[in-house]
T-cell receptor
Framework: RKEVEQDPGPFNVPEGATVAFNCTYS??????FFWYRQDCRKEPKLLMS???SGNEDGRFTAQLNRASQYISLLIRDSKLSDSATYLC????????????FGAGTRLFVKA | DVKVTQSSRYLVKRTGEKVFLECVQD?????MFWYRQDPGLGLRLIYF???????EKGDIPEGYSVSREKKERFSLILESASTNQTSMYLC?????????FGSGTRLTVV
């Protein structure tokens, strides 16, 4: 089983739709969590951190469920410019410090 | 803003060549990383460094080596390039704000 798993998609949604991605992690020692966005042929960029209490940044909401070991990203009122790959990132303290990137979920927002 | 600069966006090299990929960051971060990214496999860690002259193997170090002679510079070396090393190579620097990636080097080995 992979340490961090994401549905690869692609998710094809119309503009204005609400879309949600989940990411599961296997190591309960995981300490911090992030969502990164990667545009086609570009580098990943930090989208938002994920806190236990959940956090929101405009149309984006991230949540963490430690009991079930998953994080989620909700995008409301999708825009064409949201089309990208969304990477789930998990930091673990396992003797040392380890960061695991998910393989990403592709999102296409259509007009 | 942290800036991570990779020396080349695109490279084409021949099998057996020695290849150097350079990465420079300007925020005095101690932590630097080299990843490769392939379709369906995501980001895989090759090597990382937590300090000058310090290096640690990541998940796929075979066929690669690294050099960190100065804090701001972390170089990835392909000792003898092979076609299975054709990939996108991403350098990253990490601090309290998370990872910042360079724009990547797309390497093709022919």
């Amino acid at each position: 089983r992979k340490e961090v798993e994401q549905d690869p998609g692609p998710f094809n949604v119309p503009e204005g739709a609400t879309v949600a991605f989940n990411c599961t992690y296997s190591n309960s020692a995981s300490q911090s969590f992030f969502w990164y966005r990667q545009d086609c042929r570009k580098e990943p960029k930090l989208l938002m951190s994920v806190y236990s209490s959940g956090n929101e940044d405009g149309r984006f909401t991230a949540q963490l469920n430690r009991a079930s070991q998953y994080i989620s990203l909700l995008i409301r009122d999708s825009k064409l410019s949201d089309s990208a790959t969304y990477l789930c990132v998990v930091n673990m303290a396992t003797g040392g410090f380890k960061t695991i990137f998910g393989a990403g979920t592709r999102l296409f927002v259509k007009a | 803003d942290v800036k991570v600069t990779q020396s080349s966006r695109y490279l084409v090299k021949r099998t057996g060549e020695k290849v150097f990929l350079e990465c420079v960051q300007d925020m005095d971060h101690e932590n630097m990383f080299w990843y490769r990214q392939d379709p369906g496999l995501g980001l895989r860690l090759i090597y990382f460094s937590y300090d000058v002259k310090m290096k640690e193997k990541g998940d796929i170090p075979e066929g690669y080596s690294v050099s960190r002679e100065k804090k701001e510079r972390f170089s990835l070396i392909l000792e003898s390039a092979s076609t299975n090393q054709t990939s996108m190579y991403l350098c990253a620097s990490a601090g309290a704000g998370g990872y910042t990636f360079g724009s990547g080097t797309r390497l093709t080995v022919v």
